[in-house]
T-cell receptor
Framework: SQTIHQWPATLVQPVGSPLSLECTVE??????LYWYRQAAGRGLQLLFY??????ISSEVPQNLSASRPQDRQFILSSKKLLLSDSGFYLC????????????FGPGTRLTVT | GENVEQHPSTLSVQEGDSAVIKCTYS??????FPWYKQELGKRPQLIID?????GEKKDQRIAVTLNKTAKHFSLHITETQPEDSAVYFC???????????FGTGTLLAVQP
């Protein structure tokens, strides 16, 4: 069966510091991968998605970036965090473009101080 | 592109009552309609979905109905229980890669 992991689970970082969040999926090949951000009490904002290694599509211009160095690894990064980057970061996967069911990872709660 | 509207934004019901959440979409070619439940501090969980060739799907106390002509689909929860309290999101696939477009969410509170 498929499993999705995210780490760290929680993170407290000062403004201006770098960020690296990691997501890995097990039990599937060539998944579609997604990064979402959820501000407190708000909806799901799609940040980036990837349909394959090295292929990244950005949904929202901001100081974040994403990379997919391996088939089942998706990384979210920032060089300098802003207060507004605080939130709940969720990684998600789908079996492929023709498959609709999408599953979320456990999330990383980021607080920028 | 695809647009999804979800109503109501908040819903409070008494335990044992039914709850209905509705989503409307814009692209008549959409053919997959999932619902997610997100408990406080947790990840969204896929709880039920329906394909466009089916009008209704049930799973115990939850059901989803689809009206393709009117372009809306609804989540029905019967005999609500306190553990049903959560935020519920609908979604439809959109764009060239069928990425899911999520509704804005409905906060359901079940009062014991």
């Amino acid at each position: 069966s498929q499993t999705i992991h995210q780490w760290p689970a929680t993170l407290v970082q000062p403004v201006g510091s770098p960020l690296s969040l990691e997501c890995t999926v097990e039990g599937t090949s060539n998944p579609n991968l997604y990064w979402y951000r959820q501000a407190a009490g708000r909806g799901l904002q799609l940040l980036f998605y990837s349909v394959g290694i090295g292929q990244i599509s950005s949904e929202v211009p901001q100081n974040l970036s994403a990379s997919r160095p391996q088939d089942r690894q998706f990384i979210l990064s920032s060089k300098k965090l802003l207060l507004s980057d605080s939130g709940f970061y969720l990684c998600a996967w789908r079996a492929g473009t023709a498959s609709y069911e999408q599953y979320f990872g456990p999330g990383t709660r980021l607080t920028v101080t | 592109g695809e647009n999804v509207e979800q109503h109501p934004s908040t819903l409070s019901v008494q335990e044992g009552d039914s709850a209905v959440i509705k989503c409307t979409y814009s692209d008549s070619a959409s053919n997959y309609f999932p619902w997610y439940k997100q408990e406080l501090g947790k990840r969204p969980q896929l709880i039920i979905d329906i394909r466009s060739n089916v009008g209704e799907k049930k799973d115990q106390r939850i059901a989803v109905t689809l009206n393709k002509t009117a372009k809306h689909f609804s989540l029905h929860i019967t005999e609500t229980q306190p553990e049903d309290s959560a935020v519920y999101f609908c979604a439809v696939p959109g764009g060239a890669t069928n990425k899911l477009i999520f509704g804005t969410g409905t906060l359901l509170a079940v009062q014991p």
